[in-house]
């Protein structure tokens, strides 16, 4: 099993880079133009259409017309999507791996006969572990104007976890099923503090439009806010490394959905929502885990707070602000915990049915799809009961209890 990884570096491009980026985005400008017009059905079809016309044309090595026919082609598939031509706007380059060389942090790209440039990266420490690192392999590289990224690959263990466990992602907290909390209400305050600061500087300068739209999107709000989401999403994976375990997340789908105006929340607490990056914390856990080989599961939201993880009696009554409530059944429930165990039980048999000794023989299992091992165990893990679907179903309706 394989992992990816990009590593974004800085650079400082000269005159001779932006001229081989330049010429690259007109080599695949001109590509998308003749595949479009004469109905080219592939990119190997494209690639050996314009081999030899643009290495006379462009002056470049050889190359250069199959990795500008990969990036013609993905563009012309993706482009119906868009609502403007098929073009490829910024400047911007991609190499596979066998083209370019990296003498630790010195690049050395080709372009025409007898010419290569080279461009001196900038790193800091996370970057030089990766260029210090002997057992990565190195993919493609993608240039553009302001930044390098390298695409790293590793080859994954394919132990199965031996465990999972489930985590409740919520306004002030990330709390586990196994009882740890990272405690995030320093992301809320970020959000406050900047909030009063955005409006008492629309206060001083009432009709200023460019301080309007500096502050509007603040980035060192940005900043600090993901700040405190990579130091807690790293912190939940290398204990999963360590552990063992697989990480149980909600399917947050529709959160800004269930929490639009009209709903009964206040607008304050709507606001709030809106600006909470659940969404952001997932992908940092997701890409993370996924390079740590780190299996990650999503589950259905529907009840997972509301749910007793005892008797799963479902409790109608239980209010946003309530922190804890006492089940009919007698047990005494902490929301998020709570919240967190029924996530983990729903994902425990996607997460260890596979990896379950003599379930079936992982190795087999690995050797059709080597890129991820997310879509192999999803295939293989069983499908969601018809009460988990309407319970889906139900919560895009605008009533929904989930999350709450
Ligand atoms: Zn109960």
């Known amino acids: 099993m394989k992992a990816f990884k990009g590593v974004k570096f800085a650079y400082n491009p000269t005159p001779r880079t932006l ?15 003749i595949c479009l017009h004469e109905k080219l059905r592939g990119r ?10 643009f290495r006379e044309r462009y002056g470049v090595l050889s190359c250069f017309p199959y990795s500008v026919a990969e990036v013609a082609w993905s563009i012309v598939k993706k482009h119906k999507r868009w609502h403007r031509k098929p073009y490829a706007k910024r400047l911007m380059l991609k190499i596979e791996a066998a083209d370019f060389s990296l003498n630790y942090s010195i690049l050395s790209l080709p372009f025409r006969k ?9 790193y800091g420490e996370y970057q030089r572990s990766f260029l210090t690192d002997k057992t990565l392999k190195r993919g493609s590289v993608t240039v553009t104007e302001s ?9 994954l263990p394919t132990n199965g ?31 406050t503090l900047y909030r009063v600061k955005r409006s008492k500087s629309y206060e001083r300068h009432p009709l200023d439009r460019r301080l309007r739209k500096k502050f509007a999107s603040s980035r060192r709000e940005k900043e600090r806010v993901s700040q405190a989401l990579h130091r807690v999403s790293t912190l939940i994976v290398e204990k ?9 997340l909600e399917r947050l789908k529709g959160i800004r959905y269930a929490h639009q105006k009209g709903n009964g929340e206040g607008k304050a607490k709507r606001r709030r929502i809106a600006l909470w990056p659940f969404r952001q914390l997932q992908s940092y856990i997701d890409y993370k885990a996924k390079w740590a ?3 990650v599961e999503y589950v259905s939201p529907s009840y997972t707070s509301k749910k007793c993880n005892v008797c799963g009696s479902i409790n109608m009554k239980l209010k946003v602000t309530d922190r804890s409530w006492l089940c009919p059944c007698g047990a005494e429930l902490d929301r998020d915990l709570n919240a967190a165990i029924n996530i983990e039980r729903r994902g425990k048999i996607r997460c260890l049915g596979e990896a379950h000794p003599g379930a079936r023989d992982t190795d087999e299992a690995m050797k059709g799809n080597e890129t991820t091992m997310a879509p192999i ?14 319970q889906t179903c139900q919560s895009h309706k605008s009533t929904r209890p989930a999350f709450g």
């Open 240 to 248: 999963a490394r360590a552990k063992k375990e697989a990480i149980v």
């Open 147 to 155: 930044s390098v990224v390298i695409a790293f690959s590793k080859e």
């Open 44 to 53: 190997f079809e494209l690639r050996n259409r314009i081999y030899r016309e």
């Open 293 to 295: 080989g780190v299996l």
């Open 114 to 122: 007898g010419e290569r440039i080279l461009v001196p990266l900038s």
């Open 377 to 390: 165990l999803r295939a293989e893990a069983p499908k969601p009961s018809l009460r988990e679907v309407q």
């Open 161 to 191: 976890p031996l465990r999972s466990v489930g985590y409740d992602l919520n306004e002030k907290s990330v709390v586990g099923s196994d009882g740890t909390t990272h405690d995030l209400s320093g992301v809320a305050r970020l959000h």
């Open 19 to 33: 001229q081989l980026l330049s010429t690259f985005r007109d080599m695949v400008n001109d590509a998308i133009r």
